[in-house]
């Protein structure tokens, strides 16, 4: 077996259990050559074994942690129990009827550096982020088959990061066959979800019990939900009793599927309103238009997948957030979320009040938000916090 030899103090992290090793922190490589995503002993620069890791050669981060035990064997049994206890932690979400898509595997929270796998009732999505996944895709494939035996496992191998890891793009099915819709239900309303072509994994589970947050808030309310993708926070306000609720994606097919999604709950379409838009263009011409909401929503994209895009997501987090409190009614409130592993909690929270300085409104922090907890976050991997999300009331 090959051994990566850490250059010396290099390995503090790796005793905080934080699973990543950098390039520039690697001594020498004994015992090679590796393939990508082959499994690499990790020592000290005294040869202290540190554990086991998948070997990433063209990646920044060149190796990710599997085991920190020296002892552990790093094959089949051992995916078979991490993939085991990330499927028990999630128990009371399968026992429950009113819903049956969340995720079962994330990623290095769950052990499993590089490996996401989402449930869309009985079609598992796996998307592999990095070389060790990919070098396991099979016993993955094998092991899901096995625990979960769903009708089809998709791949969904199409995230950006791989291009670090010098991977290509892969999609498609592994197991089974993909039915030819996909449809789940998420506390009790139902959402078509499309596995293939859809954003992510298709559907933004991480979101739950936020968008549940927001239904029961909607009373009554006249809801604006910008970057709606398809539908999520605008169903469950409908269903909620807003008096109306414009919804603003620029994806066309997103916003397809969001009407379609209002049919399948029977949900009152007339007080729905979709725009195909740009939301920064969008919000400049509600303003101009002089129009007044009582609960906005402003769940963007990834503006900083790392710290390095910052400055830039900056701006761009205060150009919406100052126009949406704009748009608020007094007393309303704002819902404002950043998904940038770039963007701090701090910085976030520090963006808003600058938004809400220059916007010339007083706002208060009414709670705060993550993702949901299918989607926990391992207190040696910070990193894997990335979802953050505000409640902000405006003063009346
Ligand atoms: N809130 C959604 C998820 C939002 S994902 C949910 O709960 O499911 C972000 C969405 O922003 C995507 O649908 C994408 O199409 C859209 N988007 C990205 N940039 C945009 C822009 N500049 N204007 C409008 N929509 C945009």
Known sequence: MATIVLKPGREKSLLRRHPWVFSGAIERLEGGPVGIGETVAVQTASGEPLGWGAYSPHSQIAIRLWSFSSAEDIALPFFERRLRAALAARAELHARTDLDAYRLVNAESDGLPGLIVDQYGDVLVMQLGSAGPEHWRDTFADILQEQCAPVCIYERSDSDGRELEGLPKRCGVVRG??????????????????VAE??????YLDQRDNRALTGTLAQDKDVLNCFCYTGGFSLYALRGGAKSVLSIDASEGALELAK??????????????WQCADVFGALRKLRDQ????????????????????????????????????????????????SCSG????????????????????????VKKLHAA?????????????????????VAG
């Open 290 to 337: 002089n129009r007044k909401f009582d609960l906005i929503v402003l769940d963007p994209p990834k503006f900083a997948p790392t710290a390095a895009f910052a400055e830039k997501a900056s701006r761009a987090y205060k150009d919406i957030n100052l126009l949406g409190f704009k748009l608020l009614r007094p007393g309303g409130l704002l819902f404002t979320y």
């Open 260 to 273: 379609r999604n209002v049919e399948l709950n029977g949900l009152n379409a007339s007080k729905a309103e």
């Open 198 to 203: 859809g954003q992510k994994t298709g559907y």
């Open 373 to 393: 907890p299918d989607h926990p976050v391992l207190l040696s991997f910070p990193e894997g916090a990335y979802l953050k999300g505000l409640v902000l009331r």
């Open 177 to 194: 066959t993909l039915p030819e819709k996909v449809e789940v239900t998420e506390n009790g309303l139902r959402f078509a979800v499309d």
């Open 342 to 365: 770039g963007i701090s909690d701090d910085l976030f929270q520090k963006i808003i009040a600058g938004a809400a300085l220059d916007a010339g409104v007083d706002a208060q922090i």
